[in-house]
């Protein structure tokens, strides 16, 4: 009596690290093969890059300091910061002065409140102001304007005064002009009313005076 085996089938072994890797194993090219050349690649309307000599240099890095502004307040200085373009950092004593009177917080709002192309004139007028302030605490910007009123007061009153001295000189040159041709009128009338003088008189003295000379002839001779 013979007995009947059963086989069970087996399930094959997974495939190993080093099986897998060998299977996708990247061989080295051969010597034999030619590396592809630029005219295949290539289409005709396209050039070859230029070489690297003709290359332009890259830009040099430019390294940008901190605003006085910011470097007075101890922050960092940002790419788009409203103080920098205003208090460069070669002046830092002009922020230091508008900053004593009117202050970071209060500059910037009024930078901000501003439109671009008015900002540098409103940065100077706060400087001015600041430095009068500094100056002369009781009327600050005020004094000053009020001394340069009573200046161009004083200038204006020399200036009339110079004016009518011009005028003043002008009419005593007309009435002196005046007068010398009238003096020059006077005398041609004059030498035109005089009698001319008789030339048979000057004749006649002539006369006499041979007369008077024949008379001594006797006691020369």
């Known amino acids: 009596m013979m007995k009947s085996t059963t086989i069970s089938p087996t399930t094959p072994p997974p495939p190993s690290t080093q099986t ?6 990247i061989s080295p090219p051969s010597s034999s093969s030619s590396p592809p050349s630029l005219s295949h690649s290539l289409s005709p309307s396209q050039s070859p890059p230029p070489p690297p000599s003709a290359m332009p240099p890259p830009p040099p890095i430019v390294v940008v300091s901190p605003c006085a502004a910011c470097k007075i307040l101890r922050r960092r200085c940002v790419d788009k910061c409203v103080l ?14 508008a900053h004593r ?17 008015q900002r540098e004139d409103a940065v100077s007028s706060m400087v001015y102001e600041a430095n009068a302030r500094i100056r002369d605490p009781v009327y600050g910007c005020a004094g000053a304007i009020c001394q340069l009123q009573k200046q161009i007061s004083e200038l204006q009153a020399q ?10 000189m002008q009419c005593q040159q007309a009435n002196l002009v005046a007068l010398i041709c009238m003096e020059m009128t006077q005398s041609q009338d004059q030498n035109m009313l005089q009698p001319q003088p008789n030339n048979d008189d000057d ?17 020369w001779t």
């Open 159 to 168: 200036l009339a005064k110079a004016q009518a001295e011009v005028v003043n």
């Open 84 to 97: 920098a373009p205003y208090f460069p950092p070669t002046d830092p004593l002009k922020f230091t002065i």
């Open 203 to 219: 004749m006649n003295c002539f006369l006499d005076d041979t007369d008077f000379g024949s008379a001594w002839e006797p006691l």
């Open 101 to 117: 009177v009117f202050g970071a917080s209060n500059i910037i709002k009024f930078l901000q409140e501003l439109p671009e192309p």
């Open 20 to 25: 897998m890797l060998s299977n996708y194993s």
